[in-house]
């Protein structure tokens, strides 16, 4: 067997085993979270797509959902098929754990196009290197295993950005069409990738001017950018089911300020029919709308909290810093130090035909989120930067002086992503990397959906089983031995049965997600408890 055939063989045999890792840990996670309560929303408003009513009819359990988890209701669409009359009392429970696992057969593509890009990119080496940071990613891993938009966003994320990438390097139509495919499908994966829109067609006009272009040239581009236009609205409104597509501007009745501020301010156009569908626009209203009140109101979230405090009005300009900071794995941070350190070497003179995309998508995202929402509920509206920061840190590959040291780095890589993965799973979601020393901690820096999105509340139900002299915190304070949600102890949940509990320091932590609490007469006395 020839050499290079024998090496790229290795390759082929190292991803297919991620690739089933990948599943093995998704088929195992899945049945151990809990069902919550953004899953019965999802859920809720596809199955009404599904039966042809995309309309967005409760203004906040439907703000955030979107079409795309029309394909989570597939298995009970097989069931209802081969059976019939069947009918479930579980409120939806099971068509929810069974949708999770299509999340998680989709969500593979975004490891495919960490792989392809990257291979295109930094060659052979660099793609596998960059797909095991994928597999083993506990955040990403975290968020395919439920029925919501935001692994589909990190998805169509890098499609649209992988074939705009392409469109520009090669300008085939092939790769415009795959392009707009994937931007459209983007638009009906989650409100906030609309920015999409607007960082694709300033990359585009950029690309426009940096190169020096025939008139012929401009013209074909030109052209292909109204082709774009139209393919991207067309799946837009296929997506929504051409819902009250082309309804004019003044029959909308939108409930946020902006929207309706706009509305007035066009109000010469009224009559003018929209080239989109009407839920599509409503979504976009809704979710102005929830970041329009108070992020304490229970409405639309729990407030904002980080580092310790909590804000029910106005957002923390560092909040995505910190939890970017916190919940990536060490091994990524010190892997982006490096290569930005390193970017002068290895091949960064084409950084504007390969990696300016990304690193302006990266950037875009997190100025965005960080500066522009007020509903700050953790780091799942942010995902959609780790499949393009995986992307890139397959370049470091290309850093390593000598073989030995590229395998050194590999291994040492391996070693700490594989064991701090399988130290979390399979409460993923309460991921925190090694800055939080002590684990018990972690209510200190974050909470919410970083800490407690509800997913262990069967884990609870099984601890307190097996613990009988552990029990939930009643409004007396009295001494015992208590566990309590994070996002309970930090006041996250307004409850008022545990909050003479937060003058006490938690003992230990328990899956991560809740907080032990032994309690002593003498500790009551000291807070004049009795």
Not at 168 to 189: E, M, P, R, Y
């Amino acid at each position: 067997m020839h050499p290079m055939f024998k090496k790229e063989y290795q390759h082929w045999l190292l991803r297919i085993f991620l690739f089933a890792v990948y599943l093995i840990n998704g088929f195992f996670y899945i049945p151990r979270q809990a069902v919550i309560s953004d899953e019965m929303d999802h859920s809720s408003y596809s199955f009404r797509f599904v039966k042809g009513h995309p309309q967005k009819i409760r203004p906040y359990d439907d703000g955030s959902t979107m079409p795309i988890t029309a394909l989570n209701t597939l298995p009970r669409i097989i069931e209802q098929t081969i059976h019939p009359g069947l009918k479930k009392n579980d409120n939806g429970a099971s068509d929810i754990i069974n949708g999770r696992y299509i999340t998680l057969l989709l969500s593979i593509f975004i490891g495919v196009y960490i792989l392809v890009w990257t291979k295109e990119l930094y060659g052979e080496t660099a793609a596998t290197f960059s797909l095991f940071f994928f597999v083993f990613c506990p955040n990403l891993n975290a968020h395919t295993g439920f029925v919501a938009t935001d692994a589909y966003a990190a998805l169509f994320t890098i499609i649209s950005a992988y074939y705009f990438w392409k469109w520009q390097k090669i300008g085939s139509w092939k790769n415009l069409l795959f392009f707009c495919l994937g931007l459209g499908v983007a638009q009906l994966t989650k409100q906030s990738l609309s920015i999409l829109v607007v960082v694709f067609f300033l990359l585009f006009i950029f690309s426009m001017f940096k190169e020096k272009h025939s008139s012929n040239t401009i013209k074909r581009k030109v052209f292909q950018l109204f082709v774009a236009t139209f393919l991207v609205l067309f799946v837009i409104n296929a997506g929504f089911l051409f819902c009250d597509s082309f309804m004019p501007l003044g029959n909308y009745h939108f409930k946020s300020h902006s929207f309706n501020n706009l509305q007035a301010s066009l109000a010469v156009i009224k009559n003018v029919p929209l080239p989109l569908p009407s839920p599509y626009l409503y979504g976009l209203d809704l979710v102005k709308l929830m970041t329009e009140m108070d992020p304490g109101d229970p409405r639309v979230s729990l407030g904002n909290y980080i580092l310790g405090e909590r804000r029910n009005s106005g957002g923390f300009w560092y909040y995505y810093f910190i939890i970017l900071l916190f919940k990536t794995p060490l091994v990524i941070i010190v892997g982006g130090v490096l290569l930005l350190l390193n970017w002068r070497s290895a091949g960064s003179k084409n950084f504007f035909r390969n990696e300016f995309i990304m690193v302006v998508l990266i950037t875009s995202f997190f100025i965005f989120f960080n500066f522009t929402v007020k509903r700050q509920v953790g780091i799942r509206h942010i995902l959609i930067i780790y499949p393009l920061i995986y992307v890139l840190l397959g370049r470091l590959v290309l850093l390593a002086e000598s073989k030995l040291q590229s395998k050194l780095i590999r291994g040492a890589v391996i070693i700490y992503s594989v064991s701090t993965f399988y130290f979390f799973f399979p409460n993923l979601i309460a991921y925190s990397n090694e800055l939080v020393v002590d684990k018990k901690d972690a209510y200190k820096i974050f909470a919410d959906s970083n800490l407690d999105w509800g997913q262990g509340k069967e884990y609870l139900k099984k601890f307190l089983k097996t613990n009988k002299d552990i029990e939930i915190p009643g409004t007396v304070p009295k001494a015992g031995k208590y566990i309590v949600s994070s996002n309970d102890y930090v006041g996250l949940n307004n409850d008022p049965d545990t909050s003479w509990l937060r003058r006490f320091e938690p003992a230990d932590e328990v899956y991560f997600s809740y907080l032990f609490f032994d309690i002593t007469e003498k500790d009551l006395q000291k807070y004049n408890f009795k």
